[in-house]
């Protein structure tokens, strides 16, 4: 397990530091091709660093099961939970904690202005650019690897509560980097960097419960991941900025962990599932 962490965390702080290289440089001022400001170069090396996770996973199940282990690691990609709620779940809870954010948001900073529904192309666009990163770059190893190993230990709660931690503070170059994180465009400071903490250890729990209630399906989760990074309600109101944006998704925390307390008081935190075994 330590290898794991210790690969993932290697090459994804290895390539990073060539983003914040590139930052203490001024490449962020440079006349270089980019989106929102970020050269699409900058954006490349983010992208290679944050498949981390799966390459750790990978390459230590293969040291360590062979390739019959890496065969039934990436056979778990595949695996199409029959039930249609699971579906739901991943495709439609993520956006419903971000619009409790939105409602949030409303009623405690500022309006929000009109909404836009024709701006689903830009959604399907977040989605189509999310996917190769975080959701394939990082579940083979956060769910896939580390959590069945964990959960025989720690259980289904406190795995969670340990690889949120750990997921977490696997980002922390990219604090300091434009894009990657809620953190990423503001000040570092102890409050932000908690705010992050508690918005990806409740992630993590609502992962965990994914996982284990759809037969331990890496498809499912990596959809999960993909509407979490998508951000598709914000996206439908143009008049919010950036910091508006990073706002609503710290408020969203709140509904987050009361989805948490209720996963906990209906299954328990040992196994987060009523299958058995």
């Known amino acids: 397990m330590g290898a794991f962490f210790a690969l993932a965390y290697l090459w994804s702080w290895a390539w990073w530091s060539l983003v914040l290289l590139g930052i203490w440089l001024g490449a962020l001022h440079w006349s270089a091709p980019g989106w929102r400001g970020v050269p699409?170069?900058?954006?490349?090396?983010?992208?290679?660093?944050?498949?981390?996770?799966?390459?750790?996973?990978?390459?230590v199940t293969a040291a360590s099961?062979?390739?019959?282990?890496?065969?039934?690691?990436?056979?778990?990609?595949?695996?199409?939970?029959?039930?249609?709620?699971w579906h739901v779940a991943a495709w439609f809870l993520p956006p419903a904690i971000m619009a409790a954010g939105l409602v949030l948001f409303l009623e405690l900073v500022k309006e929000v202005g009109p909404v836009e529904p024709g701006r689903w192309r830009a959604a399907l666009l977040a989605l189509a650019i999310s996917f190769p990163a975080g959701p394939l770059g990082e579940e083979l190893g956060w769910r896939g690897f580390a959590l069945p190993r964990m959960e025989k230990a720690l259980g289904a709660l406190r795995s969670s509560l340990v690889i949120g931690a750990l997921w977490c503070f696997w980002h922390a170059p990219l604090f300091w980097a434009p894009m990657g994180t809620t953190v990423s465009?503001?000040?570092?400071?102890?409050?932000?960097?908690?705010?992050?903490?508690?918005?990806?250890?409740?992630?993590?729990?609502?992962?965990?419960?994914?996982?284990?209630?759809?037969?331990?399906?890496?498809?499912?989760?990596?959809?999960?991941?993909?509407?979490?990074?998508?951000?598709?309600?914000?996206?439908?109101?143009?008049?919010?900025?950036?910091?508006?944006?990073?706002?609503?998704?710290?408020?969203?925390?709140?509904?987050?962990?009361?989805?948490?307390?209720?996963?906990?008081?209906?299954?328990?935190?040992?196994?987060?599932?009523?299958?058995?075994?």
């Open 65 to 85: 099961e062979g390739r019959k282990g890496v065969y039934d690691l990436l056979r778990r990609c595949l695996i199409w939970q029959r039930s249609i709620g």
């Open 40 to 59: 699409y170069w900058m954006m490349g090396i983010a992208l290679v660093g944050g498949w981390g996770p799966t390459l750790a996973a990978l390459v």
């Open 185 to 277: 465009g503001a000040p570092v400071t102890v409050w932000a960097v908690t705010k992050f903490l508690a918005y990806v250890m409740g992630l993590s729990v609502v992962f965990t419960w994914l996982f284990n209630g759809a037969g331990r399906s890496l498809l499912l989760v990596v959809i999960l991941h993909l509407t979490v990074n998508a951000d598709l309600v914000t996206l439908f109101f143009p008049q919010l900025t950036a910091s508006d944006v990073r706002t609503v998704r710290e408020l969203s925390t709140i509904p987050l962990w009361g989805m948490v307390l209720i996963l906990v008081a209906v299954y328990g935190p040992r196994k987060f599932s009523r299958r058995a075994g």
